[in-house]
């Protein structure tokens, strides 16, 4: 099999291959970091999902308890 370069990523990644052996690598001056861009890292970001969604649960099951507590009152008082 003749030499084959493959690049995707703006030349991070090439592919070699040669006979049956295919060789690759990554170009780690190419690669930029999630700190140097100034992204959270995705467990922050899905740790912070977890926090409102926690949150929205709690406010709603007050809210439940709340009008179950003031229809219970509302059906004593008609007793």
């Known amino acids: 099999m003749p030499f084959a370069a493959h690049f995707c990523n703006r030349t ?3 592919l070699k291959a ?3 052996n295919i060789e690759m690598s990554i170009d780690k001056n190419k690669i930029t970091t999630q700190d140097e861009l100034g992204e959270p890292a995705p467990m922050d970001q ?3 999902r977890a926090d409102a969604e926690m949150k929205r649960l709690e406010d709603q099951a007050k809210k439940d308890v709340a009008e179950g507590l003031r229809n219970q009152d509302t059906g004593e008082q008609d007793e």
Do not use: H, I, R
């Open 18 to 20: 040669a006979g049956e």
């Open 46 to 48: 899905a740790d912070e």
């Open 12 to 14: 991070l990644v090439s």
